[in-house]
Structures are given as C-alpha cells and as structure tokens.
C-alpha cells in the first residue's frame, strides 16, 4: 500500500468519516500516519486532560474543526466543586499560535473566560462555528467581541450555559455587514435583547435556519421576525406569554402559517395553555418538540397539541403530562427515536405523575425509539422486561427512578431482572443510567450481555465489589464509568488496573475506596491521572496527612499523555 | 442506601438506611456502621438548602398526591437533573413566590378602582372581609358570591388566566388564587343575570 502516491491515500483517508477509524489508519506505518495527520480537518478531545493543546496543534496543522469536553458527567449534578477545572483558554491559545485556520469550535463543560472569547474572536479569520454546550465564567461581553471580529460566522450555538448577563448591546455587535448567519441560539441567557437590533439581524440574515430566543423576547418580536424569516426550520419560541384574543395573537397565527419549512420547535417559557393553539397549523410537520421548560402546559392542551404531531422524532416533556398523555404519544407519534421526560416540581397539586405504564405505552406504540431518559416515580420488572421486547433498538437507555434504591413496587423485588433483559435485549446499546434497587446480579448481566456498551451511570446500586468487577471485566467496549453512592471498594478499584488505559475515564463518588487504593493505582499506572477531590469545609475534618485507610469521597480517572496537569486548584490531589 | 450493606427487607431495618440531616456537629443518626460518615459537611449543608427548596415545592404541591417521601430531597445531586434546568425551575417559582399576588379590584358604579394582594389571605371568607371594608363608603350591604346567597346586591366575580369572568367560590382558594387575574364586584342586575344562567 505504501506504493501509492499520497494524494491517493489521502483522498482514500477522505471516505473515513469516525474519527475513530482514522485513528486506527494513522497507526498502520509512518507514512499513513503523516498523510493522516497532515490532511485531518477535525479533531475530537473528549477529555481536555488527555492531551495537552500544543501537542494536538503539532501533530494536526490543518484542523479546521475542534471538539474539547471538559469536566466529568456528574459536574452537570454538582457532584464537581466549582473550580475544578476545564478552562478553554489553553486551547485557544495554542491553536491561536499554531493553527489560525481553525473554523469551527465546540466546548462542552468548560470554563471559558471573555478573555478566552476575545482571543478567539481576533485570532481566527475564518471562524465560522461556535458552539458551548454546560459551559460557564463568561458574560455577554466575550459574546460581543465574538459577534464584532468574526466576519464569516455561521453558528453560534449556546446551550444550557450559565451566562452573566452584562446588558443587551452584544447582539447590536454584529455589524451591517454581517449576512451569513445560518445558525443562532441564545435561549439560555437570561437577559433582555434589543429587539429593534434582533429583528434587524434576522432580516438581513437570508440563510438563517435555526433561531432560538431567549425568554426576554416578546410575542411582538417573535411575529415580526416570523415574518421575516419564514424558512426557519428550527425554532425557539421566546417566553410565548401573550393575551390569546389580542391582535398580537392572530398575526402569531398567520406568521407560523408561512413557516412552512419548520421542523422543531423548543422555548415556551411561559406560555399559558390558550396560546397554543397558534403553533397548530405547523404540528403536522414537526419532528421536534421541546416542552420542557413549559410547566403551563399539561392535561388536555398538551394532549391536544401533542394529537397533531404525527410526524414527531424528538419529544422532550415534563412529566405531568402523565402515563395517559404519553398513551396519547405512543398512539399517534409512530416515528418517535427519542424521548425525555423531566421530572418536574413546579407543575402544581394534583398532576400526574409518569410510571412504567406510560413508558410500556410508548414501547408498544413507538417501535423506532432508540433513545430514551425517564424520570418516574416507580418502575417494575415486568415493565421493562415487556419495553425490551417491544424496543430492541435502544442505543441510550437512561432511567432514572426517583426515590433512590427503590424496589418493583409489585413484588418488593430489586430490579436486575429487568434490567438485564434490557442489556440482553439492546444488542446496540451504547449508554445506560441505572436505578432503583439493584444487587450484584444487574452488574453480571451487564458485563455478560452490554458489549457495545460505552457509557454507564449508576447511583445506589451493587453490594459487593463483584458488581464493579462483573462490569469491568464483561464490557470490552467501556469508554466512561460513573459510580456515586455504591459499595465498591479498593478490591474492585484495582482488580485490573490496566482496563483503565483503554477507558476515558472513571469517576467514583460516595463509594467504599480508600486513599490506599487510589494511590496503589496511581502507582501501578504512570499514564492516568488518578485525581481525588477533597472538599475542605469549616471544621476542617480533613487534616494535612490523611492516613491511607481514610475514605475517598471523590475520584476521577482519566488516561492521558499529558501528565499531571498544572492548573488543578488545591483541593484536587494528583496522586 | 448507604454506601454499603445488601438491602434488608426487613421493615425495621428500613430506618436504619434511611437518609438524614442533622445540625452540624450533632451524630449523624442511626448509621449502621461508623466507618462510613455519610460525607462532607459542605454536602449535608448543601442537601439542607436543597431540602429548604424542595419541601416548599413539596408543600405547595403535596395537596393532590401522596406525601413524596422528604429523604430523597436530602441527596446531594439527586435526582439527576443538569443545574441549569434545576435554576431555571426554581428562579421560576422564586419569582412567583416574592412577588405579591396584587390583582385590581373594581366595583360597578365606584369612581376608581382598589388593589390588593390576594396572598395576605387565607380564604374566601378574609377576602370578603376585606372587599367589605375596602369598599365601605360605597355602602355596599353584604357581599354576596360566596355561599351563593340571594337577595344581596352585589356578586364579586373574577377574570381567570384564560379570560373568563368566573363567580368567586367555586375552586379551593389555592386554585383560586393561582388563577386570578383581576376581581370585579358586579352590581346586581348584571350580577343576577349571571347567577340564573344555567
């Protein structure tokens, strides 16, 4: 093969879409390696600790494309004291020196400053896509210097950040001259927008397809920019509050009629159930729909808007539209892959709450789901023996029972029954999130059926150190292991340490590990970082020396080729 | 559950794994073995101001369904939700909570119109009360819309979040409450006319 020339290689390289697989290519010989590595466009760092920045800029000059996730999982819990770490800046610093060409970014739990977002605004004159996802410590000000110096954006995509909010002048930053937007979302900040500058933005912006408001927008806004835009396919509605009989309602109406190319709509902050009725004319073609953030809409409304979307792939909802609304789901959204239900406290006295009757519903009603996360209130065996038979497809599988180490409310069983035929059934699952009561058993199950299995979450679970073991030892496919509030102990931790290098990582919280274990493993493997997190707090129980036999209270795992890193703050011990 | 022990059907034992706050400083009860502290402080206090949070919710919801059991508030990220859905959730409710509930007042044939905050009140009876005095120097006699009583002069009504003008009574007060936009004292023909509809 070394006999091509290399253009053929590279072009061949070209057909490799997973990074995964040019991972592999580039391992074959040297002269595979550097064709790979000189013709990568795009990079995926799913642990910013994995590798350090300048190394990646040097072995892959060309990158157009970046992906860095920082913090651990559980950091979305507050399971992860707020400075732990994941800053952006090193990053952008390094590909500001070394790759200027870089277009596209994406950061998913990181800490990026403003000075991060300046940097990255001037340093990159073909910046085309931003996109944070659970990101914090920036302000609307590094949003400015974003929208000012990027001359060619196309995305700027904000989810779920927590966003200071320093007045509403960044949007005013996009120059006149800027039309190429494509993509903009900035539903999660919480501040006003100058609606004049918004409207403006839309109207000059002809490709623009995804647009997700904020809550501060009005219904006045929303219309107007309906009006003017209405080849939107992705829509985030704004707060949605108006008065249903005013002018301001019917114009809605007519404007969502001209959008006949929308396909998903999200945001609904405050919408009062008698607004609804102007998003209908544009149900039939939705295949995403996001209501939860909207804890108005429940019973009958939501049934009723629910009836019209027949096309719908993507549902995400609270739970207090109950096992009878989810009936109504699984009876007319014959095309659902995902679905999420919220649980929700805010939805008021006497609204229903989901069981494993409404997910058996979906499972009998929704073959094609593949994708769920549900938060109920109890679960059974025999539910999810019966969802595994009606869903063999499910790639991510995340249940989540409220009420912690509950049992089948009907036989007072634990539920490793029921789980296990989820694992034996799902010959592709990918991801699956315990709970309720669960013994030793679930995890041998797991470890004999879950191969494909990449992600596993469990809380109060497992008995003995076997239950990690099984788990182990049985997924050969294991990337990241979460453990919080089980009793897994040094035995489990080191019983093949090697395993972890062929792991992104591993975090136990709130189990039976010692400062013995942790540092026995540290010692056996140079190539992970085995960091434990101690918590100081008033009385300053933790004393300088804590002896070995002193139980962990938090550690993270991670393989890299990076060493120790230097920015960890002091409560985070790299062993 | 703790962080260890197999579950144990047994009844009583169920105490012994149930989760608890206590004050800083004071044992954490009934642990089943002292080599497992159930965690820093900072998380106990941290679940105490989850705890705060939830059983107002809890108690603002509790009326329709069964108590939810208070341990499951006490766990430190749990249930698993990403803090940005959890602020959004409960800066939400702080608004509604700090917020007075103060609606307009009008009454038929009064020059000008009153405000008061509905939240001071505990029940249908206080806010007649209260109407009353309000708009004594109208010479009002007895508020009817209540119990349903005839021969009063006036009915109070109220306009709801979907527009409709509804009598005042019907719902429990906390419904109500939630509900009202606006009150009006309707005179009595009008007032009538509403009553004998069917």
Known sequence: MTYFPEEVVEHIFDFLESHRHRNTVSTVCKAWYRVERLSRRSVFVGNCYAVRPERVVVRFPGVRSLSVKGKPHFADFNLVPHDWGGFALPWIEAFARGCPGLEELRLKRMVVSDESLELLARSFPNFKVLVLVSCEGFSTDGLAAIATHCRVLRELDLQENEVEDRGPQWLSCFPDSCTSLVSLNFACLKGDVNAGALERLVARCPNIRTLRLNRAVSVDSLSKILARAPHLVDLGTGSFTMDHRAEAYHRLMNNFTKCKSLKSLSGFWDASPRCLPAVYPICRNLTGLNLSYAPAIQGADLIKLIRLCLKLQRLWVLDCIGDKGLAVVASTCKELQELRVFPSDVCGAGTAVVTEEGLVAISSGCPKLNSLLYFCHQMTNAALITIAKNCPHFTRFRLCILDPGKPDPVTNQPLDEGFGAIVQSCKDLRRLSLSGLLTDQVF???????????????????????????????????????????????????????????????????????????????????????????????????????????????????????????????????? | MEGEATYVSDLDNLKATELRLGLPGTDAP?????????????????????????????????????????????????????????????????????????????????????????????????????????????????????????????????????????????????????????LRIMSGSEARGMRSSP
């Not at chain 1, 897994?488 to 013995?516: P, Q």
């Not at chain 1, 002193?550 to 960890?568: C, F, I, L, Q, S």
């Open chain 1, 444 to 575: 041998l199950y797991i470890g004999m059926y879950a191969e494909c299995l990449e992600m596993l979450s469990i809380a109060f679970a497992g008995d003995s150190d076997k239950g990690m073991m099984y788990v182990l030892n049985g997924c050969k496919n294991m990337r990241k292991l979460e453990i919080r509030d089980s009793p897994f102990g040094d035995a489990a931790l080191l019983e093949d340490v090697g395993k972890y290098e062929t792991m992104r990582s591993l975090w136990m919280s709130s189990c039976d590990i010692t400062l013995r274990g942790c540092k026995t493993l540290a010692a056996k493997m140079p190539r992970l970082n085995v960091e434990v997190i101690n918590e100081r707090d008033e009385s300053d129980e933790m004393e300088e020396n804590p002896s070995d036999l002193h139980r962990v209270e938090k550690m993270y795992v991670y393989r890299t080729v990076a060493g120790p890193r230097n920015d960890a703050p002091d409560f985070v011990w790299t062993l």
């Open chain 2, 30 to 182: 009934e642990k089943p073995t002292p080599a497992s502290p159930r965690g820093s402080k900072r998380a106990l206090l941290a679940a105490d101001e989850e705890c705060q949070s939830k059983s107002k919710s809890l108690g603002a919801d509790s009326s329709g369904q069964e108590a939810a059991p208070v341990a499951k508030a006490q766990v430190v990220g749990w249930p698993p939700i990403r803090s940005y859905r959890k602020n959004s959730f409960q800066a939400r409710k702080a608004e509604e909570e700090a917020a007075g509930l103060f609606v307009k007042v009008s009454m038929d044939g009064a020059p000008y119109l009153r405000k008061i905050d509905l939240k001071v009140y505990e029940g249908y009876k206080e806010l007649r009360k209260a109407l009353e005095n309000l708009f004594k120097c109208f010479s009002l006699g007895e508020l009817s819309g209540m119990e349903g009583c005839n021969g009063s002069e006036y009915a109070i009504t109220y306009e709801d979040k979907d527009g409709d003008w509804m009598l005042v009574g019907d719902v429990p007060w906390e419904m109500f409450i939630s509900s009202c936009k606006r």
